[in-house]
């Protein structure tokens, strides 16, 4: 079979006419930019978080980086962060000028591990960044042990959706800001998007400055009532998220916890199906998580992966690898040196993941679909 047979497609969005009228509305109005819209998906995402500010971006990636900008971390500055993420967690860090310090994560989880956290810190760290992997939310309480004492940022990278929760603890609840994604397979998405979302509502001005070149005045505050004059307060960026791309998440956001709900039955016909496989294992939500369940990963082992990986997509499944160790790809390992056994247990999870289709419109003849593929092709591992 070629993947031109692909019964069951890896990721498919879940935007609905409601989503799509909104665009409309937007694009049959005067103003297309951030203005309105923008703002009412900024509030909708704070309060769903409960927290007092959001700043919508143009990508999870420019939400970090501009956190980083704000908090003036750059050289000389050195920032911990996990080695089992996307390549954006510490290539913003590159991109602020600061250096990244990998530390290593949870065997069960894959999340950052707090006490190798305490381990790395020196008199430069400035702040720690977390990812909350799949949606299983770093242990944020611990984190902010760390943290907090010493002075340094916490900042999550949770990407991977806004409806984490971990130990009554939510997304920007003990951190600086929390920063998330709308890209197109995120679990909310515009095709290409982010926020920050932060109490602290000084930084989230910084922050809203530095998306649009440092102006005082947004291009809303100048066009939309008489003429004003604006001044540049500092160097900023470019990073604003547009009216037409947040039409897209207004009323997503009222269907987040539906949707994750329907993620996670999913999860849990996976988590049933693939429980006492010889050879198949998956990373465990700890007991007082909810994860956003962004993706499903398997653990295979590491001998197996690409071809198991190749297997499934002759099956029709479509197949993803979240992630490959960030320090062995080839500009970490030239610039830093860094070989393989500087962080085992992210090198073992990276060597044996692989990740299965989740998304709330998967039906449940997908789902055996893709939990027989699994099992056939698990038989060679025994
Ligand atoms: C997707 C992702 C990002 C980057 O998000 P963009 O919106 O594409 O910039 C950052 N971190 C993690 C863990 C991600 O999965």
């Excluded at 602020?96 to 305490?118: C, K, M």
Aim: net charge negative; proline share 4%.
């Amino acid at each position: 079979m070629t993947s031109a047979d692909k019964k069951v497609e890896f990721y498919r969005h879940s935007l609905q006419d409601d989503d799509v009228a909104e665009v409309e509305r937007v694009l049959r109005s005067l103003f297309l930019t951030t203005g309105p819209v923008t703002k009412e998906f900024e509030e909708g995402l704070a309060e769903y978080l409960g927290r007092k500010s959001a700043v919508a971006m143009s990508s999870c990636t420019s939400a970090l980086f501009l956190c980083l900008k704000a908090l003036d971390i750059g050289p000389g500055d050195e920032v911990i962060t996990t080695p089992m993420t996307f390549i954006a967690t510490s290539n913003v860090i590159l991109h602020a000028g600061a250096t990244p310090v990998f530390v290593d994560v949870e065997p069960d989880t894959g999340l950052i591990d707090p006490q190798e956290v305490q381990a790395a810190i020196t008199d430069k760290t400035r702040a720690v960044i977390p990812v909350h992997l799949y949606g299983h939310m770093a242990d944020m309480r611990a984190l902010h042990d760390v943290c907090a004492k010493r002075g340094i940022a916490l900042i999550e990278d949770a990407a991977h959706g806004p409806e984490s929760r971990r130990d009554g603890v939510a997304p920007g609840e003990l951190s600086v800001a929390a920063c998330f994604s709308f890209y197109a397979t995120k679990t909310l998405t515009c095709g290409e998007g982010g926020a920050l979302v932060t109490d602290n509502n000084e930084l989230a001005d910084r922050v809203r400055k530095f998306r649009t070149h440092g102006m005082s005045k947004d291009a809303a505050q100048r066009y939309t009532g008489r003429y004003q004059h604006w001044d540049m307060e500092l160097l900023g960026y470019k990073a604003n998220l547009p009216d037409v791309l947040s039409a897209m998440l207004v009323k997503q956001l009222g269907r987040i916890d539906s949707q994750c709900a329907q993620r996670e039955a999913i999860c849990k016909r996976y988590e049933a199906a693939f429980s006492d496989v010889p050879g198949l294992d998956f990373p465990k939500v700890r007991d007082g998580a909810r994860s956003s369940r962004h993706l499903f990963t398997i653990w295979v082992p590491a001998e197996h992966r690409d071809e198991a990986l190749a297997q499934l997509q002759d099956y029709g499944i479509g197949v993803a690898v979240n992630y490959r160790a960030v320090h062995l790809l080839s500009y970490y390992a030239k610039t830093f040196g860094y070989k393989r056994g500087a962080f085992l247990v992210a090198e073992s999870i990276g060597d044996r993941t692989l990740s299965l289709p989740l998304y709330p419109g998967l039906s449940d003849d997908e789902v055996d679909a893709v939990v027989s593929a699994v099992l056939e092709v698990a038989k060679s591992f025994a």
